[in-house]
């Protein structure tokens, strides 16, 4: 009899801490890497792309400005436009961090994140999101061969790519009580290595008792919890870890919302209604969220409770192989009614 040989690739670099962009150079060069191609996106350029190659003393490095909006076939074409790098690296949102991974992938050398917020999970995981026939689509890629966050500045960023983190980063709670649920209905099996990796990451967070969000211990923590979310995936293989019936009401909204709001701060939303649908966690969730004043932060955002509605019932229709809390009927209507209900949601529609 043979056993499974579990070998998951895991990323070589991994430097979270204050300053690490101005030790790139040294960083690449232990990994023997001599020529690379960093991708920036219009505001990473105007505030990096100078700074960088200014630190650079014998490694080549190109440095390219990308636009926004790139759809998948655009894409190709210009990965196989560049030359032959040692590695590609991306600077920047999720968009760059998203085109990076996916032009390191086709072109089949390493892939290095460098994300300037800590908006959601993508920086850390093996898929993307890309335009693929107008259509934000998720497309398999490779886990980062490094993850590199300069703590300075994400102490920049405006409050809400903060808060977006922390929604991505609490929808391992809900995700992973789908996921058990989906088990017990016989649709799928628990990975439990992946599954501890996604629970420890989130508890840890949550765990971590501070209110201000731009605290670099907050950041680190943050940003620690949603790499190995990232790392959780590629264990397992699928993004069940990190994305459950939550995820599907986000993904739901950025089609029928006339104005979807940023991917975790969505996502946030959904798992304090999803936890509330599964009972379990609600209430640590919703003092998190109270805490770090992620729901004040949506009191501003004027949200239509109508997106909402549509979005639960759609869900399920985005991943029909699934089968989350929100694919039984009975639990999509508890969350009609909760979102209906809830005396919290009623003061954050517009
Ligand atoms: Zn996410």
Redesign the pocket.
């Known amino acids: 009899m043979t056993y499974p040989i579990t070998n998951i690739a895991i990323p070589a670099i991994l430097e979270i801490k204050s300053g690490v962009i101005y030790e790139l150079e040294n960083i690449l060069k232990k990994h023997q890497f001599v020529n690379v191609a960093i991708l920036f996106d219009e505001f990473s350029y105007e505030n990096y792309a100078a700074i960088l190659k200014g630190t650079f003393k014998s490694i080549k490095l190109d440095t390219i400005k990308m636009k926004a909006n790139v759809n998948l076939s655009e894409l190709i074409e210009h990965a196989f436009l560049l030359e032959r790098y040692d590695a590609v690296i991306a600077m920047g949102g999720g968009t760059v961090i998203d085109y990076g991974k996916y032009i390191a992938f086709s072109r089949r050398v390493p892939y290095i994140s460098i994300p300037t917020s800590a908006s ?3 920086f850390a995981s093996s898929n993307c999101s890309l335009i693929v026939n107008d259509k934000k689509t998720t497309v398999p890629a490779k886990v980062p061969f490094g993850i590199i966050v300069d703590i300075d500045i994400i102490q920049q960023v405006p409050d809400h790519f903060l808060l977006a983190g922390v929604g ?1 980063l609490l ?1 391992n709670i809900t995700a992973l009580y789908d996921w058990e649920y989906e088990e017990q209905n016989g649709v799928s099996q628990v990975n439990h290595f992946a599954a501890m990796l996604s629970k420890k990451a989130v508890n840890s967070f949550v765990r971590t008792p501070m209110t201000d969000i731009h605290h670099p211990i907050f950041i680190k923590e943050l940003v620690s919890s949603l790499t190995m979310g990232g790392i959780a995936t590629v264990i397992s293989g699928n993004s069940a870890p ?2 459950g019936s939550e ?1 599907l009401i ?1 993904h739901a909204l950025d089609h029928v919302s006339a104005n979807p709001s940023m ?2 701060i969505q ?1 946030g939303i959904a798992t304090y209604i999803m936890a509330n649908v599964q009972e379990h966690r609600a209430e640590r969730i919703a003092k998190v969220f109270t805490r770090t004043r992620f729901f004040d932060y949506i009191k501003d955002l004027q949200l239509d409770k109508n997106d909402y509605v549509q979005a639960i019932k759609m869900g399920p229709s985005i991943k029909p192989k699934r089968y989350t809390y929100l694919h039984d009927e009975k639990y999509r209507e508890k969350a009609l009614s909760f979102i209906d209900k809830d005396p919290l949601l009623k003061t954050l529609w517009k």
Do not use: A, K, L
Request: glycine letters at 16%; charged letters at 15%; zero cysteines.
């Open positions: 959601n999970d993508g991505d929808s990190i994305s995820h986000s991917h975790g996502v």
